[in-house]
């Protein structure tokens, strides 16, 4: 794969995280637990087969137990991956959004502090402030720094 690249089958928008996931817990998942358990029995059968029944076993019996233990592992370990997967896709959507709340609200914080409030500080401004009830500051204004989300 060349540098900078995606694979093919990345799924990026939330809708393709949900149908990947939604086939991870679907088709996926049961079909690995159903191969493994189809597994288990046919090896224990072969293990039993192949064992002691008149004191001796063939070494098969005890080579296709540690095969079979190493199998078991596999497959748990292959579930659990598939779990992390499954969840991953569903927590991406939360981490975003919990980002997007954050950023949105130190954005907001940071606007409050920005915007004058009219008559704030300003002795003598405000309601009833001067000959004819005047409510606007004396005073020249100062103008707010412009921000990259202006044009929003």
Same mark, same amino acid.
């Given at each position: 794969?060349?540098?900078? !690249?995606?694979?093919?089958?990345?799924?990026?928008?939330?809708?393709?995280?949900?149908?990947?996931?939604?086939?991870?817990?679907?088709?996926?998942?049961?079909?690995?637990?159903?191969?493994?358990?189809?597994?288990?029995?046919?090896?224990?059968?072969?293990?039993?087969?192949?064992?002691?029944?008149?004191?001796?076993?063939?070494?098969? !019996?005890?080579?296709?137990?540690?095969?079979?233990?190493?199998?078991?592992?596999?497959?748990?370990?292959?579930?659990?991956?598939?779990?992390?997967?499954?969840?991953?896709?569903?927590?991406?959507?939360?981490?975003?959004?919990?980002?997007?709340?954050?950023?949105?609200?130190?954005?907001?914080?940071?606007?409050?502090?920005?915007?004058?409030?009219?008559?704030?500080?300003?002795?003598?401004?405000?309601?009833?402030?001067?000959?004819?009830?005047?409510?606007?500051? !004396?005073?020249?204004?100062?103008?707010?720094?412009?921000?990259?989300?202006?044009?929003?």
């Amino acid at each position: 794969m060349a540098v900078g !690249s995606k694979p093919a089958d990345l799924v990026s928008t939330p809708a393709e995280k949900r149908a990947a996931a939604h086939a991870i817990a679907k088709d996926i998942e049961p079909g690995t637990r159903g191969a493994g358990r189809w597994a288990d029995e046919e090896t224990g059968a072969a293990v039993r087969s192949f064992g002691a029944r008149d004191g001796d076993g063939w070494l098969t !019996s005890a080579a296709l137990h540690r095969a079979h233990r190493t199998w078991t592992d596999q497959v748990r370990n292959l579930m659990d991956r598939l779990g992390a997967e499954k969840e991953a896709l569903g927590s991406d959507r939360r981490v975003l959004t919990s980002a997007d709340l954050a950023v949105g609200s130190a954005l907001r914080e940071s606007a409050a502090l920005r915007t004058p409030v009219v008559g704030a500080g300003v002795p003598g401004a405000g309601v009833g402030a001067g000959a004819g009830g005047a409510t606007e500051p !004396s005073g020249p204004t100062v103008p707010r720094p412009a921000s990259a989300l202006d044009g929003y």
